[in-house]
C-alpha cells in the first residue's frame, strides 16, 4: 500500500486524519476503480487535486461508509 501524507489533526482523531489515493480508496472500500472514480465525480466522497494527483481524506470516505450502512 502506497504511503499516505499525514495532515495536522488533534491526537484523537488519529486514522481519520490521512488523505488516501485512489488506488487506497479501492483498497480500503474493496471496491473497484471505477466505483472509487464514481464516488469521487459525484461529490459524494470528497477530494483535492494536487497537480495530477488526486487525493481524498480518509474522514470523507469514512463518512460515507457511515452513511451507507445506517450508523450514526
Known amino acids: 500500500m502506497a504511503h499516505a ?9 488519529r486514522g481519520r486524519d490521512e488523505w488516501m489515493t485512489v488506488i487506497e480508496i479501492q483498497e480500503y472500500m474493496e471496491a473497484s476503480r471505477s466505483k472509487a472514480y464514481d464516488l469521487i465525480w459525484s461529490g459524494e466522497i470528497d477530494s483535492y487535486r494536487l497537480g495530477r494527483k488526486l487525493l481524498v481524506s480518509r474522514a470523507s470516505v469514512d463518512a460515507y461508509i457511515e452513511s451507507r450502512s445506517g450508523r450514526k
Not at 501524507?5 to 482523531?13: I, L, R, V
Open 5 to 13: 501524507t499525514k495532515c495536522a489533526a488533534p491526537e484523537d482523531n
